[in-house]
């Protein structure tokens, strides 16, 4: 089993439209959790980190379940700029980030 | 700030060749920096981490003979991926970690795409 596990993509959406990510991990002993954005042939980069009590950003909203070991990230009113890979990524004690497959998202206008 | 740079950004090399990757933290010092490899279509994979001054820790099923870390610096960290074949075509991205911050915050290099042929 990986230990980081997102949903298969590709998602295809129309701008405008409400999509949601899932992430699981199996890890209990993570302790920060992040979503990176990943453009074609770019090194990822943050997006936002994942708190317990769940945290928002604009479009994005993000929430953790430490019972569940599962991770979300909503994306509210996307824009064709929006159009990325997803990684859910999780972190091991000593600062070692492990990522997920990541989900593909594709805007359509 | 918080600026990481890969040299170079590219690389088409022979079988059998050693190809040097250079990872620069270029205005914050970094104590840790990671090496990263991902194949087509694939998620990140850690390969090593790399601490300034020793040894670097590779991760399960990571060649470390194969895969030369050296990290002599606080702001330069090398990986040498040695008689490459072209198994091993795929794209290898660094990070570091700024000294004075918690492990996990890391700034992502630009990568380098490495094609053996």
């Known amino acids: 089993r990986k230990e980081v596990e997102q949903d298969p993509g590709p998602f295809n959406v129309p701008e405008g439209a409400t999509v949601a990510f899932n992430c699981t991990y199996s890890n209990s002993a993570s302790q920060s959790f992040f979503w990176y954005r990943q453009d074609c042939r770019k090194e990822p980069k943050l997006l936002m980190s994942v708190y317990s009590s769940g945290n928002e950003d604009g479009r994005f909203t993000a929430q953790l379940n430490r019972a569940s070991q599962y991770i979300s990230l909503l994306i509210r009113d996307s824009k064709l700029s929006d159009s990325a890979t997803y990684l859910c990524?999780?972190?091991?004690?000593?600062?070692?980030?492990?990522f997920g497959q990541g989900t593909e998202l594709s805007v359509k206008p | 700030g918080a600026v990481v740079s890969q040299h170079p950004s590219w690389v088409i090399c022979k079988s059998g060749t050693s190809v040097k990757i250079e990872c620069r933290s270029l205005?914050?010092?970094?104590?840790?920096m990671f090496w990263y490899r991902q194949f087509p279509k694939q998620s990140l994979m850690l390969m090593a981490t790399s601490n300034e001054g020793s040894k670097a820790t590779y991760e399960q099923g990571v060649e470390k003979d194969k895969f030369l870390i050296n990290h002599a610096s606080l702001t330069l960290s090398t990986l040498t991926v040695t008689s490459a074949h072209p198994e091993d075509s795929s794209f290898y991205i660094c990070?570091?970690?700024?000294?004075?911050?918690?492990?996990?915050?890391?700034?992502f290099g630009p990568g380098t795409r490495l094609t053996v042929t």
């Open positions: 990070s570091a970690s700024p000294t004075d911050r918690i492990a996990y915050e890391q700034y």
């Open positions: 205005d914050f010092q970094a104590t840790t």
């Open positions: 990524v999780v972190n091991r004690p000593g600062g070692k980030l492990i």
